[in-house]
């Protein structure tokens, strides 16, 4: 039997457990919070989620529906609003957000993600799908899609430091877009929580928070699979980006990368064809010369020259966006003419700004630890813990 002194123990015990809870989520400090696009101009998504949920309207903070399992529902757009199966919201955006993960399909492709998920209506009236979480989370998600997560530790910790860098920066740049970043190459590949691995998550609890930064701001770490020799300029890529750390640096530590040397056998019909497709002039292709390079060895013009002598002159960056950067894989490379083909012979893999991944992985190798790896490819920059009350915006 209950009697008011063990109620009022209870009640004291209770209170020790909730003043402890609220002091765990107090210390828990896990930086700031990202968005990324993980879907963009669909007709449907299905969400999942198993355990305690919550969907609610993000803009007035309104619960639209809770319980203890989401079974698979298809979002699509109605007539005013949102319809989670045949459920009709009359709001442009609901958020999905479960105490474990949120699972989202699209076009029969499933993906668990950590923090919630926005479905939006957007102004073409297509869907967009964004992925809102810690920074933390976000890196634990895309280190495995850039390197291997056998790779020495001291190498896994330099890509971390690198990609949470790297997005810092764009969510810095993208104040006023929906998003701060894509899940696809054109910013770091993000496939969520079946992309974490045990050593991989190491890495980024083992740097956490740490950034790089020059000058008082976060840089933009970019990276690449393997410089080839040298890494380049920023300023040959991104002219607005010229930034000391970001000069290039002559790199001995990719020699193993199985990318340091390529070669690509192309037709020249296929070249000319790619050419005209972008409103570039010029016949079947009787020459492709190398006429200048930097300091990289990387090329800078190339003059094509077809039957008739017509001549077309075009930076080496075109050039290679133009064939395909996974084709020409990298800008250092030269070519030999071969009848009706022509061969591309080169070196490194990626535009080769910035850290040169298998050159970290080389000297993680040979024993460097991380943060000696970082100043090697971008020195003058040095390493920053930024916690989430700091604010972002701010670097
Ligand atoms: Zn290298």
Known sequence: MLNFK????????????????????????????IRIAIAKDIDAVEIQMTGAYEILNPLTRESLESGMKFTPTVVTKGKSGLMLGNKQFAVNRIRFYCRRDVTVGVNNKERRYRGFVDVVVTPNN?????????????????????????????????????????????????????????????????????????RTNLAVDGTKGEVLMFQGKVLPAYFHATCGGHTENSKELW???????????????????????????????EIQEKLNAKGLKIGLIDDIAVTQRNRSERILTLIITDKQGQQLTISGKDFREIVGPNIIRSNNYYVVMQGYYCDFFGKGWGH???????????????????????????PGSTIKVIKGSDSIRAY
């Not at 123990?9 to 700031?32: H, K, R, T, Y």
């Not at 020495?152 to 006023?176: D, F, G, H, N």
């Not at 640096?249 to 070669?263: G, N, V």
């Open 6 to 33: 063990h109620l009022n123990l209870l009640l004291a015990i209770l209170l020790i457990f909730v003043q402890a809870s609220f002091a765990v989520e107090a210390a828990a400090d896990n930086g700031p919070l």
């Open 126 to 198: 297509k869907l967009l799908v964004i992925n809102q979480l810690e920074v933390e989370d976000y890196i634990k998600g895309v280190l495995y899609h850039e390197v291997s997560n056998r790779w020495p530790m001291e190498a896994l910790k330099v890509q971390a430091v690198a990609a949470r860098s790297y997005a810092l920066y764009q969510i810095k740049a993208s104040v006023t877009r929906d998003f701060d970043v894509t899940n696809d190459i054109y910013s770091q590949v993000y496939g969520g929580r079946n992309s974490e691995r045990y």
């Open 239 to 269: 002219p607005r980006e010229s930034l000391s750390p970001l000069e290039g640096i002559r790199c001995i530590y990719c020699r193993e990368s199985p990318h340091y040397f390529w070669k690509r056998n192309l037709q020249l019909k």
């Open 352 to 378: 080769g700004v910035g850290m040169c991944q298998w050159g970290a992985q080389g000297m993680a190798t040979q024993g460097y630890h991380y943060d000696k790896i970082l100043q090697f490819y971008y």
